[in-house]
């Protein structure tokens, strides 16, 4: 059986709540990611930052000036690394979502298992943006 530590990412790009937007978005296109995860000091999940959210900054003109945290998606959907490639699946078209954090027993983040991660390594089709 397929599962999330077979096809998930462990480079995930991170940032803390007090990142400004301006630097989120910057941070985005230099890396070539659709997500930065943002996470505590312990390394647990406090949010989420996508493209999604870098169009909703302008489309509704927050100031970019603004911390990660005002506009972050705070109730993070995430998924262990032991489970399966269908309820990634699930999950990810029950919520509407391309990018599920991965996480340990103790909620800390080791990966990130996304869209793009499963074109490029289960169906072998690499992807704008992806590595290799």
Same mark, same amino acid.
């Given at each position: 059986?397929?599962?999330? $530590?077979? +096809? #998930?990412?462990? $480079? %995930?790009?991170?940032?803390? &709540?007090? !990142?400004?937007?301006?630097?989120? %978005?910057? !941070?985005?296109?230099?890396?070539?990611? =659709? /997500?930065?995860?943002?996470?505590?000091? &312990? &390394?647990?999940?406090?949010? +989420?930052?996508? &493209?999604?959210?870098?169009?909703?900054?302008?489309?509704?003109?927050?100031?970019?000036?603004?911390? !990660?945290? $005002? +506009? #972050?998606?705070? *109730?993070? %959907?995430?998924? /262990?690394?032991?489970?399966?490639?269908?309820?990634? $699946?699930?999950?990810?078209?029950? *919520?509407?979502?391309? *990018?599920?954090?991965?996480?340990?027993?103790?909620?800390?983040? +080791?990966? #990130?298992?996304?869209?793009?991660?499963?074109?490029?390594?289960?169906?072998? %089709?690499?992807?704008? =943006?992806?590595?290799?």
């Amino acid at each position: 059986m397929l599962r999330v $530590k077979d +096809i #998930m990412c462990r $480079k %995930v790009i991170t940032a803390k &709540e007090d !990142l400004s937007i301006q630097d989120a %978005v910057q !941070l985005l296109s230099d890396r070539h990611v =659709g /997500s930065i995860v943002v996470i505590d000091e &312990e &390394e647990r999940c406090r949010g +989420i930052f996508t &493209e999604r959210d870098a169009i909703r900054v302008f489309a509704a003109k927050y100031s970019t000036a603004e911390p !990660l945290s $005002k +506009i #972050m998606s705070s *109730h993070v %959907v995430t998924i /262990s690394l032991e489970a399966s490639f269908d309820e990634a $699946k699930r999950l990810m078209l029950s *919520h509407n979502i391309r *990018h599920l954090p991965v996480i340990d027993q103790t909620d800390k983040l +080791i990966g #990130m298992f996304s869209l793009r991660a499963f074109f490029d390594e289960v169906l072998g %089709v690499k992807t704008p =943006g992806s590595s290799g």
